[in-house]
Every structure is written in C-alpha cells, then in structure tokens.
C-alpha cells in the first residue's frame, strides 16, 4: 500500500523566495496533519483538516503560513515570504478518524532550507 | 509546564540490556496514548498503543498509569537495531485527532 507522499523531499531556496510543499495522504483517510519539527522545539502541529476542512490552524506561525487542502487527496502548506527560522522538516501525516485509538501514518517529510 | 514530557536521554545501553523509558501527561482527560520511535533524520513510525491494562508486542511493553498520568515503555534484551529516539504521544479528550509529542528519548545501544 501507498503510504503518505510528501514532495519535493529537499528544498533549498533563498529567504524571501514563495516555498510550496505538497502531500498526498493515504487513500480513505480522512484527516490530515501537517508538523514542523526542529531539534529545539521537537514536532510542533501546525494545522490538520477532517475531510478537507482545516479544523485547527492555532499552530500556524504567523501569516506567512498557509495550508490547503482542495480535495480529498492533495494538500499544500505555502510560507510566502520564506525566512531563514523557518528551515525545519516538514512532515504531513494522515488518519482515519474512527474513535480516538487510530494512530498518524507520516510522510518522509521535507527538508527545507532557507538561506 | 509542557503538555507531554519526557526524559531526552541519551540512555547508552549495552546489547541485551532492558532499557524503560518514561512519560509523563498533563491533561487528566486525555484518552489515547501511543509510543511512536524516529530513526536519524527518518519520518516517525507507531511502535505501538498503551492500553489501559498495558500491553506487550515481543520485547517491548507498555504500560499506562491514569492515576499518576504517566505512561511507560520497556524495552527487554535491546538490539543494536532499536537505537533510535522514542516519542511519547498522548491524543487529548475533544482534540479530534490531534496529538501531542513529546520530544523524545534517544536510545543508543551499544556492542
């Protein structure tokens, strides 16, 4: 089975440059999460979604940040303008949503660097 | 206070070692519990739930303390391959889906 799909899996880009990292969850989830980790602040949620809709945004850092989710299968997480603190992994993670004991499936993850 | 916390280690074992690790939570109403392990610069991966009445997959047990809110994990006769860091992970009452992780114990088990 197709696990959670994240591209691309490095990006590297000047501060200031729009970044767009893509994930595709695991087919008949029906929630998706996204996650920053650092080694400073460990996995930090930054917003997850029920059935495209984003439930939770409160970990969002600032409004440089944005999430998508347009369909059932594709969501993005957009930093416009990129800075250098926001060099991180970028993890996306699906889940079904029957009771509470359902564990998070991860994507490799995305390494981001901002010079 | 953070919402789960863990002991960062490193614990530096020899192989075949028992090695526990321990968690603590801060919400009274969270229900769900997990133990996810992260090998170096991989994504993490569920290791296995904590049941109420604790539970065992081959080496590894887990164990849940409600009253004390503290969550454990045993590991028993540790190979080289289990040299990773585990997360503590605590889904809370009213959070959906939503988890929390702890950063992490990093176990290093040596020849």
């Known amino acids: 089975d197709a696990g959670v799909i994240q591209s691309p899996r490095h990006e590297v880009t000047e501060m200031g440059q729009e970044v767009t990292l893509r994930c595709k969850p695991i087919?008949?989830?029906?929630?998706l999460f996204w996650y920053r980790q650092t080694m400073m602040r460990g996995l930090e949620l930054l917003i997850y979604?029920?059935?495209?809709?984003?439930?939770?945004d409160s970990g969002m850092p600032e409004d440089r940040f944005s999430a998508k989710m347009p369909n059932a299968s594709f969501s993005t997480l957009k930093i416009q303008p990129s800075e250098p603190r926001d060099s991180a992994v970028y993890f996306c993670a699906s889940s079904l949503s029957q009771g509470l004991t359902q564990p998070q499936h991860f994507g490799d993850g995305t390494r981001l660097s901002i010079l | 206070r953070k919402e789960v916390e863990q002991d960062p280690g490193p614990f530096n074992v020899p192989e075949g070692a028992t090695v526990a690790f321990n968690c603590t939570y801060s919400?009274?109403?969270?229900?769900?519990f997990f133990w996810y392990r992260q090998d170096c610069r991989k994504e993490p991966k569920l290791l296995m739930s904590v049941y109420s009445s604790g539970n065992e997959d081959g080496r590894f047990t887990a164990q849940l303390n409600r009253a004390s809110q503290y969550i454990s994990l045993l590991i028993r006769d540790s190979k080289l391959s289990d040299s990773a860091t585990y997360l503590c992970?605590?889904?809370?009452?009213?959070?959906?889906?939503?988890?929390?992780f702890g950063t992490g114990t990093q176990l290093k088990v040596e020849l």
């Open positions: 919400n009274s109403a969270s229900q769900s």
């Open positions: 087919s008949g989830h029906d929630y």
């Open positions: 992970v605590v889904n809370r009452a009213g959070g959906g889906n939503k988890l929390t």
């Open positions: 979604f029920n059935n495209n809709v984003p439930i939770d």
